[in-house]
């Protein structure tokens, strides 16, 4: 018992010596080795080692560790800071320092590189944002001007009731606004009268495609059937009409009376064709193809103007907005003319697709795969080759 009590005593009395001061540690643990034959010494060093550890961390978040080892680095630091102010302070008088030359030029090559770095990131940034704006972009057509500069207005005769109805709608929504407008194929217009025209009718126009490919996507989810590839084209043909619309408002901005027309139109419009797509998909792709006949008519008519001395004649040396070059791919210093003749065989490109889709049956495979840029010259007949289930 007697042994027992003098080794506890011992063992306690090296562990309250070690936490008290860390440099007595070897001491004491010494003599704990000598009481205690050794198992204290591991406790006591243990105990020592945690100790120490604890006051560095400490040390390092404060700053104020009271430990030897934190306090020799302090004083080590301190010296060392002292040695090198005394080496600036000599060279100071024979000019700039080497000290400080090196601490200057390795500042200005650091902010230099930062600065590259950053151009560069910033480059990199700007490059693939604006790859990422041009993926938000269906696909979008890259036309020869030379050659779409030779599309002229072509009809479609009607054949059957349908056509009447759909040839005979667009006549009358085409008079109906030439009367309200005061527009006549003989007058000319100023460049803010073409743009006003353009900007109304391209937003109605943006429509059927829209809603035609929103029926086509309900009908394949509702009838558990496929759709046999028309919805891309019809999405392409709204987002391509929405860009034309974008493109002009680079030009000209409307005001609000515009606006509340644009707000008017749009309800009406949206859901006639709604229901009517509803009861005759194939009367209401007659009626856009028989639309952008028309769209065809005005655009050629525009460019008549521009080709003439009125006041459109303009448009012949404007430069074409930024957003027009890089979405028809057309060189930098194309002007609005050419994107005039663009958007005129778009306009064709439509009426050949809703007048082919017209005549094919719903559930008849979509000839226009994505990527067809194909514009036959007679655009109101279907692509060559190609029989529509309803002409066979
Ligand atoms: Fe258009
Ligand atoms: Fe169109």
Known sequence: MARRATKGDARADARWASLDVA?????????????TRGDATASTRGDAVRRYRAMCVDGARGGAC??????????????????????????????????????????????????????????????????????????????????????????????????????????????????????????????????????FLETVAGVPGMVGAMLRHMMSLRTLKRDHGWIHTLLEEAENERMHLLTFLKLREPGLMFRLAVLGAQGVFFNAFFLSYLIS???????????????????????HDIDGDGPASEWATTPAPKLAIKYWRMPDDATVRDLIIAVRADEASHSHVNHTLSSMGIRQANPFHVGHTELPENFVEPPAGFVPEHCR
């Open 23 to 35: 440099t007595t540690t070897t001491t004491t643990r010494g003599s704990t080795r000598a009481a």
């Open 281 to 303: 998909p194939r009367t209401c792709h007659r009626f856009v193809g028989y639309l952008e006949e028309e769209a065809v008519r005005t655009y050629t008519h525009a460019l």
């Open 66 to 199: 009271a430990c030897a080892r934190c306090a020799d680095a302090r004083g080590r630091r301190a010296r060392e800071g002292s040695r090198a102010g005394a080496s600036t302070r000599r060279d100071a008088g024979r000019g700039r320092t080497f000290a400080s030359s090196t601490s200057e030029a390795s500042a200005r090559a650091s902010e230099q590189a930062q600065d590259e770095a950053s151009e560069a990131a910033s480059g990199k940034l700007a490059a693939a944002m604006a790859r990422s704006a041009d993926s938000y972009m269906l696909f979008h057509p890259q036309y020869d001007l030379r050659q779409v500069e030779n599309v002229k207005p072509a009809h479609r005769q009607p054949r059957h009731v349908r056509d009447y109805v759909a040839y005979g709608l667009v006549q009358f929504s085409r008079w109906s606004f030439d009367k309200v407008t005061g527009y006549t194929p003989k007058k000319s217009l100023t460049t803010d009268g073409w743009l006003m025209r353009f900007i």
